[in-house]
């Protein structure tokens, strides 16, 4: 059973805070492993057959296979960047403040009296502002990298943290900075968050007015699913559900449970497919690979339900090539 917990108004209204009016969809998860990312991707594709400039930013940034399943490779890399501090001892007195509001609890004053970084550190400069006597400059430091690549009506975001760092917080809010900026010029945009519902995730579904959770009908799929539709009741998200592996035999009874306690539908029921799973390992979205397929079919009703829901009807008259 799920726990409500009520956040403050002003959170909320920030969370749905966009400078662009395109409305922002998540694709997300409670669990690892249940298709979301193929749902995304083929969701994606269809809404560009359908002529929508759609763009989908790949937030699963610790596994950011998008562009596999897409078939498109990493283009226009930026290099993402944290200001770390560094200290001079020749002004710092040795007041410890900033060893005190490092919420990383990363400075540590030595023996020598000097403040030295151990650890890591997500630039959040707070040691620079604390500082009486500006003995901190920020150095720039790379995390990790963005990339965008176009094919079409679609454009992909995404984004990759450094081998062995632990910031990906970081290339979230990057990748994502870097597609809402351009938020005006698309029809719809999709997200692709990580599985679970830690702050990576919530930070990927800021901006989306509505999301659909993948799941699927197995013990930990519909426990997994309580989780997610609780963290999008908590920030107010209008979600549906989308059950993969509907075949399984198993939890279909608390599935359907589970998003009517949420007020969400069920709206679409994927079965094992040969062709989808066809589609994934050539790296070709299923409405391209085998437009005539059931699954091919099930993703453009789904981009039309999408469409006819969510884009204004101006968006909905647009378009674009193909
Ligand atoms: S920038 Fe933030 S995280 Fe990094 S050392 Fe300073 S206070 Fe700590
Ligand atoms: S806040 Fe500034 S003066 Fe105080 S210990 Fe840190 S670097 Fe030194």
New binding site residues.
């Given amino acids: 059973m799920s726990v409500k917990t009520e956040l403050h108004p002003e959170i909320i209204r920030d969370f749905h805070n966009n400078a662009f009016s395109t409305p922002v969809i998540g694709i997300t998860g409670g669990k690892g492993g249940v298709g979301k990312t193929t749902v995304a991707v083929n969701l994606t594709a269809a809404l560009a057959a359908r002529g929508k400039k759609t763009a989908l930013i790949d937030a699963d940034v610790d596994a950011p296979n998008g562009g596999i399943l897409l078939g498109m490779s990493l283009e226009n890399a930026l290099d993402v960047t944290v200001n770390e501090p560094i200290?001079d001892s020749e002004?710092?007195?040795?007041?410890?403040?900033?060893?005190k509001a490092c919420g990383m609890n990363s400075l540590f004053r030595s023996k020598e009296k000097t403040?030295t970084l151990l650890g890591e550190c997500n630039g959040c400069e707070v040691?620079f502002l604390?500082?009486?006597?500006d003995?901190?400059t920020q150095g720039p430091r790379s995390v990790g990298t963005t990339y965008k690549n176009e094919r079409g009506n679609l454009t992909l975001y995404t984004g990759a943290l450094h081998p062995g760092l632990a910031e990906s917080a970081l290339i979230v809010n990057a990748v994502k900075e870097r597609a809402f900026a351009e938020g005006d010029s698309f029809d719809v945009i999709l997200v692709d968050t990580s599985p679970g519902t830690h702050c990576n995730v919530i930070g990927a579904l800021k901006g989306a007015a509505y999301a659909l959770a993948v799941t699927e009908p197995t013990p930990l799929g519909a426990h997994d699913l309580d989780l997610i539709l609780s963290l999008l009741d908590m920030f107010a998200v209008k979600k549906d559900v989308v059950v993969n592996r509907a075949d399984l035999p198993g939890r279909q009874a608390a599935i359907r449970e589970t998003t009517a306690a949420h007020d969400g539908e069920i709206v679409t029921e994927l079965d094992l497919d040969e062709e989808l799973l066809a589609s994934y390992l050539e790296g070709i979205p299923v409405v391209d690979f085998r437009p005539d397929s059931q699954a091919s079919t099930t993703f453009m009703n789904m981009a039309d339900n999408l469409i006819a829901e969510y884009l204004s009807p101006e968006q909905q008259r647009t378009e674009g090539q193909s």
């Fill in positions: 200290f002004k710092c007195t040795d007041c410890q403040k900033c060893v403040i040691c604390v500082c009486p006597v003995a901190i």
